[in-house]
């Protein structure tokens, strides 16, 4: 019996409101760019572009991208993954000697909230890695090291993944295994997470954190007592000196892990992915990482004010509002007088 799935045909594809790069354009990541064997990813000026001919779909840009950017059309491999029962082998498509029955296009492919969330599913799965060397994509073997290795430090271990220094996966299913994989129920939470094909238009949590990062949030809320509280997963902020609540930190923030609201400027520890982009923009360099984000933040979803901000009420509408100066005047106000008094529409 041959390979059951068919070969993954995706290409790359940006959203640039979710790249660091373009939300601020001072602002130097350029992950995506530096790994792409193919160079179908580049700087166009001064903003990220893909040239969707080139892209050999191995998905390294996908697994390196903090903000879940870049994403891939059509079949979705990790979901080939995830309907394995019991144990699976896999192989990957851009090496045809290493190509099994379940496979992916590179084990590159994988980030470490994937790897994450199949360990927290249950999965038993085995990836060979004999002929990664000879591969003309072999970085994507340090790639998915590298992100094993995230995975495991975020989970405090890693069950489940067993690597083969030797080998290749076998190609057919056996009877068994086959009318197995056709007639079982995926019976893990986690599993049935991955294979959720629409999220809730209405869920701003859904739209804004990266997948790889709800992979983690979910697989850290399902292994629940099974890992230490205080393990950390990441790096807390703080502010070091007086905000004057001119919002730009909120604006750019890409999971809505910060706030500004009634005067006080709020972190949501368990929604940040560390990308450094608040403490970049921050006109007043106030803002840094300190401390550590554990995982009982995740389970607890803590918001803690990070800073108290000087608030006025408009002398003309009442309204509370941040001045960025020492306006009198909200921003509705402002630009209401501000036409009134300088007769734009006229030249004047």
Known sequence: MSDLFEAFTGKAELSPSFCLEHRYLPFKCGKCVTVCPANAIFKNGEKIAIKKEECTNCGFCKAVCPTGAISFGGVTPLKEIAEVRDEGHVGCTLNSVNTGKVNLPCYGFLDAGEIAILAAAGKKLNFYLENCSTCQYQKGKELFLTHLKEAKTKLG????????????????????????????????TAAIFLLK????PNDIFAKRVPLKHRYFLKAEELLQGKINGELEIGKSLK???????????????????????????????????????????????????????TVNDVYLKTEQVLAKVLTKTCAK????????????????????????????????
């Open 157 to 188: 271990g890693l069950s489940g993944i067993t690597l083969h220094q030797k080998g290749r996966p076998p190609r057919d299913f056996s009877r068994r295994e086959f009318f197995s994989f056709l007639t079982g129920k995926i019976k893990a």
């Open 197 to 200: 094909e629409d999220e809730d």
């Open 239 to 293: 502010v070091i000196g007086e905000c004057n609540g001119c919002g730009v930190c909120e604006r750019l923030c890409p999971t809505g892990a910060l706030g500004l609201k009634e005067g006080e400027l709020t972190f949501k520890a368990h929604l940040c992915i560390n990308c450094s982009l608040c403490v970049e923009s921050c006109p007043q360099k106030i803002l840094k990482y300190d401390g550590k984000i």
């Open 317 to 348: 509408c009442g309204k509370i509002f941040t001045p960025v100066n020492n306006e009198e005047l909200c921003l509705n106000c402002y630009i209401t007088e501000g036409f009134k008094t300088e007769n734009l529409f006229e030249g004047g």
